[in-house]
């Protein structure tokens, strides 16, 4: 039952035409105009996620498949936008559909409410709380995770961030049934994607959203078939923390600074102190020497500063962001 509109055909289309992608959990959109039309038959899906570029890219994608998206779940403990009107609410009132915030998704009344909604499945695209097995058993046929490596490599919250940190050549996209571990269900469609040395966390995200809607009607008849999928080799898995707005002068060499600059943008940029106040760098390169107070000296180079801004960028839009690493 694909669900069709001319406002999901605008927003979405306003989405592929941005050149990055962001995970932060932010996005607004305009008022809906005119209503949503509901075309065949076909089982019953809930989305999981955020009001972020990352989910919405999913979101939009499931939206136009032959199931009957029923609902919305979301964590408001991520963000303050997640509260009030977001991307997520308005998309949920435009077609007709509940949206639960459900602070602790594994609580009796969470699991109450997301029962209600009779799921066959769920698909899950960026969400802050491990699912446990009761929760996981609600939906007849499970849940879709939507990851963005190719795991089991990079499990954990940030693997965009660390494989552009980490100078990786190449990340990937996981459809996988959800398990009450992290990323670590059986996987039921995957590719991988080049990582290009000018690639920011933005512009390969986007990349990666990209290969992931390809892939997403394949994952999601497999998870509907009850498909068992094709289980992790856990032993060759590779983990990486969250991660902050990390601290550029504490770069090991110039190769790793810049490279934190691109892993940082657009969700959490990196920082130096500039005239004793913290500076959030948007733009850098590499050259060979620094001139006097354009940039910041390694053995192997210099970073030179191209664009730098007083406050994070980042929900809490403060020079003094509490996500800043590396504070002395």
Known sequence: MAITS???????????????????????LPPPQGTAART???????????PSDYSLAFLYALLGLDV??????????????ILGDNALSR?????????????????????????????????????????????LAIPVHGWLNIHPSALPEYRGPEPVYWAIADGATESGITLHRAV???????????????????????TLTRRLCATGVELLDEAVRRLLADDPGVALDLDKATYRPSVGHRRLDHAASAAEAERMVRAGL???????IRDGRPAYVLAAHLVERCDAGTGLQFEDGCLALDETVPACGCHH????????????
């Open 68 to 81: 009957d998206v029923a609902g919305i779940i979301t964590s408001p403990g991520a963000h303050p936008a």
């Open 91 to 135: 998309v949920a009132d435009h077609v007709g559909i509940p949206l639960l915030r459900l602070w602790r998704v594994n609580d009796e009344h969470s699991r109450q409410d997301i029962a209600a909604l009779r799921p066959d499945a769920v698909v899950m695209a960026s969400f802050d709380q491990i699912i446990g097995a009761r929760s």
């Open 317 to 328: 839009n403060d020079p003094e962001c509490p996500h800043r690493e590396g504070i002395d």
């Open 180 to 202: 009450p571990r992290f990323d670590a269900g059986p996987v039921l469609a995957q590719r991988r994607v080049a990582i290009a040395a000018d690639d920011t966390s933005g």
């Open 6 to 28: 001319a406002f999901l055909d605008e927003v979405a289309q306003r989405l592929w035409q941005q050149s990055s992608l962001s995970f932060v959990p932010d996005r607004q």
């Open 40 to 50: 065949g038959d076909g089982p019953r899906v809930l989305f999981a996620g955020f």
């Open 266 to 272: 657009p969700n959490m940029p990196a920082w130096v």
